[in-house]
């Protein structure tokens, strides 16, 4: 009995040793890169498993992604009625769904924060749910975080405010931000996947709540040449300055994957976007100070560029609406303007010797585009892109197998950017654009932050601002190098049309073919 005794006491001593304080100048995080099934006994049971393994690092939270536990199952989350009585499923289940009862007790066992992604059912039947908003006398189903604590209680609920082709389900009924408070110091907000293109809440709950840390599940279609997951992911770090934890489906098929823990501008703390089925968790020690990361951790973990080959790789439809410059070997310097931006590029290129060779365009783009015709939104752009031939119709394409070689070697590149300085929408407490520095290599990875150089300058005495990106690794196998802004002002505008009519109508029409069976294939999947 007494050695037992003893064993019990050694486990709360290690139990309580590993939980991070508001003393502490770090906490240790989690997320959750998972493979897509539609067994839901199983990815509860897997759920379980990896809560158990992150806190066996010491994780302090741990995040999963967007609908991978719950794919055809609704569960009810009542925060405003029995959850404000009784918080801990765990100690009640005869009250609560399997889900809930099972994760608050794996949190609760393992004392550490979970953050899951359900679709929640609210009955608005006879009666409605206490305490939430029923306009209509019927059942609602939303895309939702919920947020276990320590003890196994739900702390947090947050619905998507921006769906993607998710019809069966409802955008949030009210925009409410998500937000919660860890007894080791930190305030959280999160969002779900789409939610992050917005103004609401992506850019507003970092600036009306001087939020440092984000939390994101996300099923991201990832779409070159700006927006793969992980290039998206750490570009929103950089520029928000925050702890970003990025939780990320792995559906190679349908171009879902793209997991990491990111911190401001010191780039990923450890990341992966791979081509291949996989469920990963990946744990690191982050600074409560975005970006003032102290000793070694494990950085990227890079695929073998041939298997992202298996990755379906979506491709932006504006691009046909931007100004373009195709570059030719050697120094150039030059300036392109689409209305109100204008880039100014400084490039000495030269070509590797591989069989397959990408060219490069030069971009420019003031504009509206459209996110797979869900929803349109503004972007102002300045960059570098490679293409698989010389008209713009190619560029933002992988060729259809990796060849060693292939990319271009830039000697020199810097991308001058002058745009509309952002501007506080004193309404909502939120900037009304913001820019990005954007890049991508052969392994669909971003470069690292001591590969490039970025700088704001606002100019005085004028709206303006200089946004510069400046490359350092010459040596980098780039397909991607810019500044890539969202104007938020122009959201829900129509598409600007493409600027050259060279092959654009077919291009456009076979985008169009490309984008139908494209949400065929994730609707399927979801």
Not at 110 to 120: A, H, R
Not at 384 to 399: P, Y
Not at 407 to 427: C, H, K, N, Q, S
Not at 509 to 514: E, M, P, R, S, T
């Amino acid at each position: 009995m007494t050695v037992i005794c003893i064993f019990m006491f050694l486990c709360f001593i290690r139990l309580s040793a590993q939980k991070s304080t508001p003393a502490d100048r770090s906490y240790v995080a989690a997320v959750v890169e998972y493979q897509v099934q539609s067994n839901e006994t199983a990815n509860l049971q897997k759920y379980l498993q990896l809560i158990e393994e992150a806190a066996s690092q010491n994780a302090d939270i741990i995040v999963f992604p967007e609908m991978t536990l719950t794919r055809g199952q609704s569960v009810v989350v009542p925060i405003y009625g029995l959850l404000k009585v009784y918080p801990v499923p765990a100690t009640h289940p005869e009250l609560y769904d399997e889900v809930l009862v099972s994760i608050s007790e794996a949190a609760k066992q393992s004392q550490i924060y979970v953050v899951i992604n359900v679709q929640e059912m609210m009955d608005c039947k006879n009666g409605g749910s206490p305490g939430e908003n029923c306009p209509k006398q019927k059942q609602y189903r939303f895309n939702t975080n919920v947020v276990f604590d320590r003890n196994g209680a739900v702390i947090d609920r947050y619905r998507k405010i921006n769906l993607f082709g998710e019809y069966s389900r409802t955008a949030a009924l009210t925009p409410d931000l998500g937000i919660f408070t860890t007894d080791f110091g930190v305030t959280f907000g999160h969002f779900i996947c789409f939610d992050l293109m917005f103004q609401v809440p992506s850019i507003q709950v970092v600036q009306k709540n001087k939020i440092t840390d984000v939390i994101f599940p996300t099923m991201w279609f990832s779409e070159l040449p700006y927006l793969t997951a992980v290039e998206i992911q750490q570009a929103y770090a950089h520029t928000m300055n925050v702890n970003f934890l990025a939780a990320g489906a792995n559906n190679v098929r349908v171009g879902s994957t793209g997991s990491g823990i990111f911190s401001g501008k010191a780039g990923a703390l450890i990341s992966l976007m791979t081509g291949v089925p996989t469920t990963r968790l990946l744990v690191a020690e982050v600074p409560k100070v975005p970006g003032q990361v102290e000793g070694t951790y494990p950085g990227p973990i890079y695929d073998n560029p041939a298997d992202q080959d298996n990755l379906l790789l979506k491709t932006d439809p504006s691009l046909l609406s931007h100004v373009s410059r195709l570059l030719k070997t050697g120094l150039e310097e030059f300036t392109l303007e689409d209305k109100d931006v204008y880039c100014h590029f400084k490039v000495r290129l030269s070509q590797r010797n591989g069989n397959t060779s990408y060219r490069y365009r030069a971009l420019a783009f003031s504009g509206t585009r459209t996110f797979d015709g869900v929803a349109t939104g503004g972007a102002k752009v300045c960059s570098v892109v490679a293409c698989t031939g010389q008209n713009i119709s190619t560029c933002g394409n992988r060729f259809p197998r990796f060849s060693p070689n292939s990319t271009g070697i830039f000697d020199e590149l810097t991308i001058t950017a002058r745009v509309p300085t952002p501007v506080m929408d004193v309404e909502i407490n939120a900037k009304n654009s913001i820019y990005f520095p954007v890049s991508l290599d052969t392994n669909i990875m971003p470069l690292k932050p001591k590969d490039y150089t970025y700088t704001e300058t606002v100019l005085s005495k004028d709206t303006n601002s200089l946004y510069v990106l400046d490359l350092k690794n010459v040596t980098a196998e780039l397909y991607v190098f810019g500044i890539w802004g969202r104007e938020y002002t122009s959201d829900g505008q129509e598409s600007s049309p493409p600027v050259e009519d060279t092959d654009s109508i077919i291009v456009s029409v076979l985008n169009q073919i490309g984008g139908l069976i494209w949400m065929f294939l994730s609707a399927f999947s979801r």
